[in-house]
C-alpha cells in the first residue's frame, strides 16, 4: 500500500508564504509524476503545478512566478513553495503521485488527504 500525507497548509494573510510536503510512503518502487491540485468549494479539482521525476516542472498560469514546485526523490517527497499568496489562492490543497508499486509492476495514481490553505485579511 502507498499512503501520501500533506502538511503544510493554514491561514497566510494576503502577501504571505506558505510551503506544502506530501510524502510518500508504503511498497514504492518508483515515483514518476507528482503534482499539486486545489479544489475551491463548488469548483473543479484544478492542476496547480506539476513536475516529472527528472525535475521537470508545469504551472498553472494563475500561479506562475509565485508558486514552485520541487521533489526529493530519496525521501520521495514533493514541495510547494507558495509566495505571493492571495485569497483566490484559497483551497483544499492535494497532492498526487504516480507510483509504480514494489515488486508488483503495478503503476496506479495516489492522492493525499489534502490541507486547507486560507489566504485572508
Known amino acids: 500500500q502507498v499512503q501520501l500525507v500533506e502538511s503544510g497548509g493554514g491561514l497566510v494573510q494576503p502577501g504571505g508564504s506558505l510551503r506544502l510536503s506530501c510524502a510518500a510512503s508504503?511498497?514504492?518502487?518508483?515515483?514518476?509524476?507528482m503534482g499539486w491540485y486545489r479544489q475551491a468549494p463548488g469548483k473543479q479539482r484544478e492542476l496547480v503545478a506539476a513536475i516529472t521525476s527528472g525535475g521537470s516542472a508545469n504551472y498553472a498560469e494563475a500561479v506562475k512566478g509565485r508558486f514552485a514546485i520541487s521533489r526529493d526523490n530519496v525521501k520521495n517527497t514533493v514541495y510547494l513553495q507558495m509566495n505571493s499568496l492571495k485569497p483566490e489562492d484559497t483551497a483544499v490543497y492535494y497532492c498526487?503521485?504516480?507510483?509504480?508499486?514494489?515488486?508488483?509492476?503495478?503503476?496506479?495514481?495516489?492522492w493525499g488527504q489534502g490541507t486547507q490553505v486560507t489566504v485572508s485579511s
Open positions: 508504503g511498497s514504492i518502487f518508483s515515483i514518476y509524476d
Open positions: 498526487n503521485a504516480d507510483v509504480l508499486i514494489r515488486y508488483r509492476g503495478q503503476r496506479d495514481y495516489y
